[in-house]
Structure formats: structure tokens, C-alpha cells
């Protein structure tokens, strides 16, 4: 440990030194200050290092020591010597300081630490002895037929009733909104509603192809169903995009009332529904069922992505389409890939066959469920009462909403800046609509044990901000 003693230097500044030690630990310590010198470019590439004389005399270390550190920093191609002329720092090498680990309520895909690589090998090798000509072949635009059939079967689970031939595959949800946003429904019109703040995906394909959307704010965890009747009425609206469960950014789910409503009125104003189920496997609630269970008219376009569940990487997503609407999506479907990949689906057939993929979700449902209720009682302990909490069930994502003062791009900047990660909504809000201040926070690769500590800094940081806001973190200290 370091004695508290240090020595000035005009070039290298203020430097500890050790006066006991171990010889592994005097090395150890001098590579890292002489790493931590590269890294902030108190030393730049081409200087050279300091003669060993004068960093022995500085460290009180023996010559032995220092050229131990030296060499080991040039076998690593940090530095490089030259003979009687002395060490010098690498070109462009770019010598890195230890952080610390972030807490990452940031990232959004699934946490893959659980998932089993040994079955996907497993898996990967039962196709390509029994599937050779299936994966090497033309595939089909609206998928495997092995899949559809497998995935007709998984929704019976979920309530979600229908026939193989219904159902499509894309390559991912995104290129599926993209289809629908831009073929032709037979209602005859063109204009997109979505739920605000919504998936930035679905704002964007809109943007780039030109398309009219309209948003309506959720506000307090609910849908105001009548200005959502209003906007059915008076807008020409195509079709509502809407996630039902497990809400992206916000993480709420609807009531029940408020599902049966909102079908209502889709049928009512001719008006198609696109449920983005994404998370709905995670649902603990086995007596909420989706949108598309209670449609008889079959208005519902359900849309199940299997990204954020399994393996974003397989670019796997099932739609269901409506009979009127199959041809037209087939054809723009077949224009935009002509099929999606077949390993992939082979790979996702393979783990429903022999219920891998069963296991699976049984097994990331307890575990988002456990972080997200981890997540919501720390915010309830620690977070000021005027900073709103989503209060989801499960899900990869729950949501801050902040009074106003409070901006929510320099709050995420200043958690940043200590090394707390989390989502600034307002690309997920449509320019004209009035954004609220408001962070995602996302679960779904955070270790457990960094929430409570990643939620004390939240706290502190909006102390920090806006001492009102917290009183109680006035005079914190981590």
C-alpha cells in the first residue's frame, strides 16, 4: 500500500512512492503509472521514458525493479527500446486505464450469460447433418413451413389461436413494420398512429419513407380513450401501433378495460391494430391474454419478435396477417429479402422441436422478473417522491418521469460521467409532440447486484441537479 509520501517531478508531476513491498508489487505499481502516464499523454507516442536511474531514485525502487516493469511493458508492445539510447512509448499505441465497470441500465438486448451455448452447438450440428439441402437451398417468402408450424403450436400457449398458413416470417420486427407501413391496406388509408413516446424504429421507417404519423401521449401509466376515439374518427388512420405489454420506452401494460376499448374502436372506425407482443412470454399474469385472443373480426396484426427473448442475431420475427392482408405483404416481403434466412430458421425449429427454447424462457422470465422487482423496490426506497417509477411486472424496461427542471439529455450525461448508463427518450418522441423529461431504464443485462448502488447514484445525481427534489442525498456520499 502506498505510504501517503510522494515526490514532484517538473515532467511527470506529483508521483506516490512505496517504501515496503514485495519486489511483484513495486513492479506492478510502477507499470501502472507508467501506463496511466501513456494514457493521459503526459507521456505521447515517440517520448521516451525516463532512464532507470531516475525512476529508481523517484520510486525508491532498485534498478532490478524498474527494468522488470520495463520489460514486461515492452513484451506487451507498450514501449520499445533502443539501444544505449534509452525506452520510448510506441507509436499510436493507446495504453488503457482499469476502469471501473459500468452499470448498465442502458443496453436492451437479452442477457446471453444465461443463455446455453452447448445446446445452440448442439443444435447448429443436428441441422447440418439431418437439413443440409433445406439450408443450402431457395428458401420460401413466407417461411419455413417446420417453423410456422412450431410457432403456431408456441402461441397456443400464449392465447394467440391461428393457423400455420397465417402466419409469416420476416427478418426481424423492423423489416415487418416496414412492410406495413408501406403496402396498401384495405381500408384505403395512410396515416400511422402510435403511442408517445414509442419505439424509435417505427418513427424513423415512417420519416424515411415519407408516411404521415400522428402520436397520443401516454400519460400516468394510461391510454385517454377519448381523445384515441377522436383521432380514430377524424384522422384516416391505417393502423395504431401500440404494445400492449411491457411498454417500450415506458414499461407499462394496459388494463384489461382498456384492451377490450381500444379493440372497440378499431372496429368501429375501421381502423387495423398492430400489437407489438415483443416481451409478452415474459408476462406473469397468465390470465392476461393479447390484443389478437379477444378480436373476433381479426383486425389485430399480431407481431412477435423473437430478438429480445432468444438470439438477436437469428433476425427472426412471426407475423400474423389477416387474410385480405397476405398477398400484399407476401409481395412486398418477397421484394424486400425474396426469403429470410434459413439456418436461422432451422435454428429456431430445432430449439421448439426438442423444447430447448421452452426451457429457456422458463428460466430469463424468473430472472427479469427477479431484477425488475429489485429494480422497483430500490426506486421506491431511494428515488424522491415527485420522480415518477413505472411499476412493471417484469419486462426488460421501466421508466423515470421527472418534474419539470429537470432535463432529462443532461441528466443522462451527468450519470454518465459516473459511469451509470441509462436512456434518454426524446428520439422516441414523434419533433412536433411535446416530449416529457424522461429516462429508460432496461434490466435485461444489468447484474443484480449493481441495481440497488446504480439507483443510489440516480438519486444522488437528481439530489445533485435539484437539491429539492432530494433532500435526503443532500449530504450523501458513496
Do not use: W
Not at 364 to 369: C, D, G, M
Amino acid at each position: 500500500m502506498y505510504t501517503g509520501l510522494a515526490c514532484k517531478d517538473s515532467k511527470m508531476g506529483t508521483v506516490p512512492v512505496q517504501s515496503k513491498g514485495d519486489f511483484k508489487m513495486k513492479y506492478q505499481n510502477l507499470k501502472q503509472y507508467l501506463l496511466k502516464e501513456i494514457a493521459t499523454q503526459s507521456l505521447k507516442s515517440g517520448d521516451k521514458i525516463p532512464s532507470i536511474r531516475k525512476l529508481a531514485d523517484k520510486f525508491s525502487y532498485s534498478k532490478s525493479t524498474v527494468v522488470k516493469s520495463l520489460d514486461e511493458l515492452e513484451k506487451e508492445h507498450v514501449i520499445y527500446s533502443v539501444p544505449q539510447k534509452g525506452f520510448f512509448v510506441t507509436a499510436n499505441q493507446t495504453a488503457e486505464i482499469t476502469k471501473p465497470e459500468p452499470i448498465d441500465f442502458l443496453t436492451a438486448g437479452p442477457d446471453l450469460s444465461f443463455f446455453s451455448f452447448d445446446n445452440l452447438a448442439h443444435c447448429s450440428n443436428q441441422i447440418i447433418a439431418n437439413h443440409r439441402k433445406e439450408i443450402l437451398s431457395y428458401g420460401d417468402p413466407q417461411g419455413t413451413l417446420e417453423l410456422r408450424q412450431q410457432i403456431q403450436e408456441y402461441f397456443k400457449d400464449n392465447q394467440v389461436f391461428c393457423s400455420a398458413d397465417q402466419i409469416v416470417i420476416t427478418s426481424g420486427a423492423q423489416q415487418a413494420i416496414n412492410i406495413l407501413i408501406n403496402m396498401p391496406f384495405n381500408n384505403g388509408r395512410e396515416n400511422i398512429l402510435v403511442e408517445q413516446p414509442t419505439y424509435s424504429g417505427i418513427i424513423q421507417a415512417a420519416k424515411l419513407t415519407n408516411h404521415q404519423i400522428i402520436g397520443i401521449d401516454i400519460s400516468n401509466d394510461s391510454i385517454d380513450l377519448d381523445k384515441l376515439e377522436y383521432i380514430f374518427k377524424n384522422n384516416a388512420i391505417k393502423f395504431f401501433y401500440i404494445m400492449p405489454r411491457f411498454q417500450n420506452p415506458l414499461g407499462h401494460t394496459y388494463t384489461k378495460k382498456e384492451r377490450d376499448k381500444i379493440i372497440e374502436l378499431a372496429n368501429k372506425y375501421d381502423v387495423y391494430l398492430i400489437e407489438d407482443d415483443f416481451l409478452g412470454d415474459l408476462d406473469l399474469d397468465k390470465k392476461r391474454d393479447p390484443l389478437f385472443s379477444a378480436d373476433p373480426s381479426k383486425r389485430v396484426i399480431y407481431l412477435k419478435s423473437f430478438s429480445k427473448v432468444f438470439l438477436p442475431s437469428l433476425r427472426i420475427a412471426a407475423v400474423i396477417v389477416p387474410d385480405e392482408l397476405k398477398p400484399s405483404f407476401l409481395e412486398y416481403k418477397s421484394y424486400l429479402d425474396s426469403f429470410t434466412s434459413t439456418i436461422s430458421q432451422e435454428i429456431l425449429t430445432t430449439f421448439m422441436e426438442n423444447g430447448m427454447f421452452k426451457i429457456h424462457l422458463k428460466q430469463i422470465k424468473k430472472i427479469y422478473a427477479e431484477k425488475m422487482a429489485e429494480l422497483v423496490r430500490c426506486g421506491k426506497k431511494y428515488l424522491p417522491d415527485n420522480v415518477h417509477l413505472n411499476n412493471p411486472q417484469s419486462g426488460f424496461y421501466t421508466s423515470l418521469l421527472f418534474p419539470k427542471g429537470i432535463n432529462s439529455t443532461i441528466l443522462t450525461h451527468r450519470l454518465e460521467q459516473k459511469d451509470i448508463l441509462v436512456d434518454d427518450v426524446s428520439r422516441m418522441f414523434l419533433p412536433y409532440q411535446k416530449s416529457r423529461s424522461i429516462i429508460r431504464l432496461s434490466i435485461s443485462q444489468i447484474n443484480f447486484n449493481q441495481i440497488e448502488p446504480g439507483v443510489k447514484l440516480i438519486a444522488q445525481t437528481i439530489s445533485e441537479y435539484d437539491p429539492n427534489l432530494n433532500p435526503i442525498f443532500q449530504n450523501f456520499h458513496m
